[in-house]
């Protein structure tokens, strides 16, 4: 059996003739940046989290950098984020002059760890911005997070963009910071046919920062305000992630049946699974577990027809790209053993459970259990 890390194609089926049914729409219609289709989606998706307002853009990374500076990060100021998370959260904002700065993390859900967080707002000067990561789609601790936060100062951007529909305490993700982003690369859970991404607010400074910031810094047509990019979502794509957000709950739900299929095979597996605090609902845009031998048993499921991949390797403070912050090995001791045992296994809504038994007996069998 060929199990794939993720599969789209199989995950699509289902809505295909919808989906050619939207573009034909969106090709007659003859209008494909910054019309009617991009408003309609950010309505909706504000509506869906909770939040006032949405702007559509060009990617995730690009949500983080516009979030940022439509906060109003300048040359210099800090932000303060976790290093196992994807480099794109720092380096949206670095390559502008931002200058990041790191927490480790909880052992428990690999999120940022609030009183690591206090312990460096207490020391480090010019923070400006924390950036809680709701890693592999489990929410971050965030009242204890916006409590530090507020006691130094600092504003909140939530890094959302594997968190689609997770909830803290019942709210959505997303609408908890002074702004927050989303990613629609193709593989999340909800993902488009090429790069998109959406930044959250309930600020109108932030929105109206936003809006001129993705379209060449212009208030008005040939009224160019800032300094800006060309970062716009576009009416194909928001149209069908319009349609998708309808379905998003739903396959949230497979996501979680799945996941529950693996903790129910693997529970007797020396492997440590995902945790979901009582207070979180966890979407699982992936399933990470921690494993001995990590390495070896990634080659022994390769060789079964498994398909696994390592959400991420390399902590950012260890990436040659960011040697001159002078961090070092053991800087993060909590984050660096996490990605030194790190997995992830197939999750998709898709996914059968017949494939998740060949999978768990695969790994039963690497452990001999």
């Not at 500076?69 to 670095?94: C, H, Q, R, W």
């Not at 990561?133 to 530090?148: K, M, N, Q, R, T």
Request: charged share 25%; with cysteine.
């Amino acid at each position: 059996m060929n199990v794939k890390m993720f599969d789209l194609a199989r995950d699509h089926k289902e809505i295909r003739s919808e989906l050619l049914r939207i573009t034909e729409r969106i090709l007659t219609n003859g209008e494909f940046i910054l019309s009617k289709e991009v408003e309609a989606f950010e309505d909706a998706f504000a509506q869906y989290i909770g939040a006032k307002y949405a702007v559509g853009v060009g990617s995730g990374t690009d949500a983080i950098k516009i979030a940022g500076l439509a906060y109003g990060l300048e040359k210099g100021d800090k932000i303060v984020t976790t290093p196992n998370t994807y480099i794109a959260t720092v380096m949206s904002l670095s390559l502008h002059g931002i200058i990041p700065v790191f927490c480790d993390v909880e052992t428990s859900t690999y999120n940022m760890d609030p009183e690591r967080l206090e312990d460096i707002l207490r020391k480090e000067k010019g923070i400006k911005l924390c950036i809680p990561v709701h890693l592999y789609g489990h929410p971050s601790s965030l009242d204890e997070i916006a409590a530090v936060c507020r006691k130094h100062g600092v504003g909140i951007l939530e890094d959302a963009c594997q968190a689609h529909g997770s909830l803290y305490k019942g709210k959505k993700v997303g609408g908890f910071g002074d702004v927050s982003a989303f990613s629609f690369y193709p593989t999340k859970n909800l993902g488009c046919y090429g790069d998109g991404g959406m930044l959250v607010t309930n600020s109108d400074s932030i929105y109206k920062n936003a809006l001129m910031l993705r379209n060449h810094g212009q208030h008005e047509r040939h009224i160019h305000v800032v300094e800006g990019y060309n970062s716009r979502l576009d009416e194909l794509q928001a149209a069908i992630l319009r349609y998708k957000l309808t379905k998003l709950d739903i396959w949230n739900e497979k996501r979680r049946k799945i996941a529950s299929w693996y903790k129910k095979k693997l529970k007797d597996v020396p492997v440590a699974l995902p945790v979901e605090e009582p207070w979180g609902y966890h979407v699982y845009h992936l399933f990470v577990i921690r494993a001995e031998k990590r390495d070896d048993l990634m080659k022994y499921l390769f060789h079964k027809g498994i398909t696994t991949l390592i959400h991420y390797p390399i902590p950012i403070h260890l990436q040659k790209t960011y040697q001159t912050l002078g961090y070092k090995k053991g800087s993060f001791p909590r984050a660096e053993a996490v990605v030194s045992e790190i997995v992830s296994l197939p999750l998709y809504p898709s996914l059968t459970e017949e494939e998740v038994q060949y999978v768990c007996e695969s790994i039963h069998q690497f452990y001999g259990v």
